[in-house]
């Protein structure tokens, strides 16, 4: 597998709007995008922080992944994402290997990029992304 | 403030020698260094991903925070730090804007950075970690 670099890490938010302006008026960061991804039922927010991206993410449903998630574990950091050369071979890799897939196929993540996750039962409690830039 | 990158991500498991296993032979990345670090009460296993490091965190006394986290939240992403050129004038700063610290004043971490973490109520659920890099 290539893993090249953590494309991103996401965090999940109650309120957008207050935590962009957390992450922008006391950590300095700028918020470059913000984005709505129907089918993870999320509005996202973009810091590019060196090579990695923060991305916000607030649910858009009371009953999506993100909304989930924070009524489980509360806010806080909901997914770690690596960069990946070829995001099939990647799944195919893993999952000859044990891991419990998410999604077997990938699937379009925000920012045009081919995405899939694997189980966080079979990765030590973290939810794993692949994200692959279709253009590279 | 001057965050430059993001300087690992801090992940809480049961098992260090489990994990690294599936760091190493599932996700292809390499443990270059294992240190404990008395302070924090944790046992840790560093692997580079592109600028980013992950840390993995194995707990060496039933009371310490990962232990703690582990119980309340489960395996998973623990902290997120940040690179930043002045700690001093980081916390100064996020200090003057509101943010509850747990550090006041910078404490030695591992690899020789100066550390300090500020709490996850001001942070939107995020445990936050400035690093400085003392050589810098």
């Given at each position: 597998?290539?893993?090249?670099?953590?494309?991103?890490?996401?965090?999940?938010?109650?309120?957008?709007?207050?935590?962009?302006?957390?992450?922008?008026?006391?950590?300095?960061?700028?918020?470059?995008?913000?984005?709505?991804?129907?089918?993870?039922?999320?509005?996202?927010?973009?810091?590019?922080?060196?090579?990695?991206?923060?991305?916000?993410?607030e649910s858009t449903a009371d009953e999506g992944p993100v909304a989930r998630?924070?009524?489980?574990?509360?806010?806080?950091?909901?997914?770690?994402?690596?960069?990946?050369?070829?995001?099939?071979?990647?799944?195919?890799?893993?999952?000859?290997?044990?891991?419990?897939?998410?999604?077997?196929?990938p699937r379009n993540g925000a920012e045009g990029?081919?995405?899939?996750?694997?189980?966080?039962?079979?990765?030590?409690?973290?939810?794993?992304?692949?994200?692959?830039?279709?253009?590279?």
């Amino acid at each position: 597998m290539n893993i090249s670099y953590i494309e991103h890490i996401g965090i999940a938010v109650k309120d957008l709007n207050k935590a962009i302006e957390y992450y922008e008026q006391v950590l300095g960061l700028k918020c470059y995008a913000i984005e709505e991804v129907k089918d993870q039922k999320v509005k996202t927010a973009f810091f590019q922080v060196g090579q990695t991206k923060i991305e916000l993410l607030e649910s858009t449903a009371d009953e999506g992944p993100v909304a989930r998630f924070i009524e489980k574990k509360g806010e806080g950091i909901h997914h770690m994402a690596f960069a990946v050369k070829d995001i099939n071979g990647a799944l195919s890799e893993a999952e000859k290997k044990g891991v419990q897939l998410i999604d077997k196929q990938p699937r379009n993540g925000a920012e045009g990029l081919n995405i899939a996750f694997l189980h966080p039962k079979s990765t030590f409690g973290v939810l794993t992304e692949f994200c692959e830039h279709p253009e590279k």
